[in-house]
């Protein structure tokens, strides 16, 4: 019902090349991928041209999606030195550009250091802050090609980044807060699934920022800091979910969410299972179905990435996010 405007004010779109920092290295896999007919989701484990010959710091990141039609998510990983052969190994054996893979880089603990999903912005890191990169590392795109509306074509997806070997004041990591066993019953048009998560470390974590994300049934997610008196605070409550505008959310500059050793972090996502709020397939609307987790696009997801931040110090251990 919008009006069509004026004809010849129409502007051509802008290329996709523009960044909002100043890149300093771009991150390639070998040659371009081609995903797979055999699958209607294709996970793909791309190893990128990056070698790191000191430890580096991140302080900006862009992923750059080569097809948009076909790419469904972006994740990036930090691979360790000692898990390289591994991840070699599996690349070898795979023909073609990286290795199939369905969580992570399918190698050893990796540590998320980027992200695309449809909607999100660039993110730039300020305040002598920095995510770490250890010397050795490699680093690898896992890439979801999702072809239920358009067919498989070359995709070269890149990773933009401003990094450098000096120190932060601050480093920040993202850690995901997972509910993997909900249950969506079919037909169900308010399903709500909701998980705590207790900070059972002896440290406070600082929140900076954090980005949930849901599929194609996800109508709300919330976020709540809950403190060990039984107190409440709302860090982020999103009630009309939309895949196609994911964002990355970032508290205001020392306003940072303090959750001390006690307290938990509750998720709490609704999806809407109804008739009237199917997927279509190939123009044929599917039938409601139960949905659990899942990485396919008509499975769902209930998560959120929390970065928290922490004075800069020696490089922590590998199990640094396992409690004793």
């Known amino acids: 019902g919008t009006p069509e405007g004026v004809a010849s004010t129409e502007l051509e779109p802008e290329a996709n090349v523009s960044n909002t920092f100043e890149v300093s290295h771009i991150g390639r896999p070998e040659a371009p991928y081609t995903p797979s007919m055999e699958y209607v989701d294709d996970y793909r484990c791309l190893p990128l041209d990056l070698t790191f010959e000191e430890d580096m710091y991140l302080r900006a990141s862009e992923v ?3 097809v948009g039609a076909l790419v469904h998510h972006v994740l990036v990983y930090v691979i360790q030195p000692q898990f390289l052969d591994l991840m070699n190994a599996m690349d070898a054996y795979d023909p073609g550009p990286g290795y199939t893979c369905f969580g992570g880089g399918e190698v050893g603990s990796p540590s998320p250091v980027g992200a695309w999903v449809p909607g ?13 990169i250890a010397k ?3 680093v690898v795109m896992q890439v979801h090609y999702n072809l239920l509306v358009d067919s498989p074509q070359p995709d070269l997806t890149e990773w933009h980044v401003r990094m450098s070997p000096t120190p932060p004041a601050y480093l920040l990591e993202a850690l995901p807060f997972v509910h993997r066993t909900l249950e969506i019953a079919a037909g169900d048009p308010e399903s709500v699934n909701s998980k705590e998560f207790v900070n059972k470390t002896k440290d406070t974590w600082t929140v900076v920022s954090l980005g949930p994300h849901m599929h194609l049934l996800g109508v709300r997610i919330e976020v709540e800091h809950i403190t060990k008196n039984g107190d409440s605070q709302c860090l982020i409550d999103i009630p009309d979910w939309d895949f196609n505008w994911q964002q990355n959310y970032t508290f205001r500059p020392n306003e940072p ?23 279509s397939v190939d123009g044929v609307v599917m039938e409601p179905r139960d949905v659990r987790w899942g990485d396919g696009t008509l499975d769902e997801m209930c998560l959120s990435f929390l970065t928290l931040i922490r004075p800069f110090e020696a490089p922590a251990p590998m199990c640094r996010n396992f409690s004793d």
Do not use: F, H, M, W
């Open 136 to 138: 050795g590392s490699r």
């Open 64 to 66: 750059k999606p080569g």
């Open 120 to 132: 999100i912005q660039p993110i730039v890191i300020e305040n002598d802050a920095a995510i770490y």
């Open 257 to 279: 969410v303090e959750v001390a050793p006690g307290d938990s972090i509750r998720l709490t996502c609704t999806y809407n299972n109804s008739v009237e709020n199917q997927p």
